[in-house]
Nanobody
Framework: QVQLVESGGGLVQPGGSLRLSCVAS????????MRWYQQAPGKQRELVAS???????DYADSVKGRFTISRDNAKSTMYLQMNSLKPEDTAVFYC?????????????WGQGTQVTVSS
């Protein structure tokens, strides 16, 4: 069974840092583009950052210069280093991956990890 599992969320003070991880497991032939999304209470899920298999990255304007997305293809793992966190970053962060598995090529989602920025 293919799954994505996020970890690393928690409570942090404004200005602090967190590092999220997303691990893909199961029978996976290739992990293509991976993405982080955030969903704040009462709001739609929004794209935060993306990274291709080759390491090309893209960021939402709201996180540029503060967040860094990276991946380790050998470990089928993606990371999101979040610095200078603000209260408005508070959200559930979801991992998304476009993967080639025994079910073909499709998107998979993790269960989400809560990030709360508060003093």
């Amino acid at each position: 069974q293919v799954q994505l599992v996020e970890s690393g969320g928690g409570l942090v003070q404004p200005g602090g840092s967190l590092r999220l991880s997303c691990v893909a497991s199961g029978t996976i032939f290739r992990v293509n583009t991976m993405r982080w999304y955030q969903q704040a209470p009462g709001k739609q899920r929004e794209l935060v950052a993306s990274i291709t298999f080759d390491g090309d990255t893209d960021y939402a304007d709201s996180v540029k210069g503060r967040f860094t997305i990276s991946r380790d293809n050998a470990k089928s793992t993606m990371y999101l280093q979040m610095n200078s966190l603000k209260p408005e970053d508070t959200a559930v962060f979801y991992c998304n991956a476009h993967m080639f598995t025994t079910d073909g090529v499709r998107d998979y989602w993790g269960q989400g990890t809560q990030v709360t920025v508060s003093s």
